[in-house]
């Protein structure tokens, strides 16, 4: 079975310039997460999809962080305009959905984003 | 306002010894947890997982308890071995909604 897919692995950008992260979750996987894990910290929930619906994206910086799942499949992730607080792994994960016994969400490797 | 709590952000444990990692947490409506493991370089990984109607569960050489009167659990590695070096998160959630995520543990056993 394929796991979570991600790209890029690692992406350096100047402040104020734009950037997009793409993510394939597993197939007939209906829920996807986009998280940011600032060094030091913990996964912290972006956004949450079930399907190409948004569950949950009450901690995404609407102002400059928007993501969207075409046809409930792929996802994208962009940030536009980048700041240096943005710097962080943005990890894409997938679940067979949000309910008991299938909650269990398998992570990507992640993208390294560099904002100087 | 950090909801999960690891404390330890490192553990150096013997070989063949038991590693014990601590999580805290401050909602009571936090009804389900997992233990995920996370290697250098790739994404984290789901090691195991206590129901709140549980308070322990075990899984080969790891077990999680959970104390939801102390609203604290932890992940017992017995034996553990090198291969476990890894950094681990606890996560919570209610009602299977949003996880919160720990900050992580740094493990590291010694040969």
């Known amino acids: 079975e394929a796991g979570v897919a991600q790209s890029p692995r690692y992406k350096i950008i100047e402040k104020r310039q734009s950037v997009a992260f793409w993510c394939n979750p597993i197939?007939?996987?209906?829920?996807l997460y986009w998280y940011q894990q600032i060094l030091g910290q913990g996964p912290k929930l972006l956004i949450q999809?079930?399907?190409?619906?948004?569950?949950?994206d009450s901690q995404l910086p609407k102002d400059r962080f928007s993501a969207e799942r075409l046809k409930g499949v792929d996802s994208t992730l962009k940030i536009q305009p980048a700041k240096l607080e943005d710097s962080a792994v943005y990890l894409c994960a997938s679940s067979l959905g949000p309910y008991r016994g299938n909650t269990e969400a398998f992570f990507g490797q992640g993208t390294r984003l560099t904002v100087v | 306002d950090q909801q999960v709590k690891q404390n330890s952000p490192s553990l150096s444990v013997q070989e063949g010894r038991i590693s014990i990692l601590n999580c805290d947490y401050t909602n009571s409506m936090f009804d389900y947890f997992l233990w995920y493991k996370k290697y250098p370089a790739e994404g984290p990984t789901f090691l195991i997982s206590i129901s709140s109607i549980k308070d322990k569960n075990e899984d080969g050489r790891f077990t999680v308890f959970l104390n939801k009167s102390a609203k604290h659990l932890s992940l017992h590695i017995v034996p553990s071995q090198p291969g476990d070096s890894a950094v681990y998160f606890c996560?919570?959630?209610?009602?299977?909604?949003?996880?919160?995520f720990g900050s992580g543990t740094k493990l590291n056993v010694k040969p």
């Open positions: 999809f079930q399907n190409n619906g948004v569950v949950d």
């Open positions: 197939s007939g996987h209906a829920t």
């Open positions: 996560a919570a959630s209610a009602n299977f909604n949003k996880f919160y």
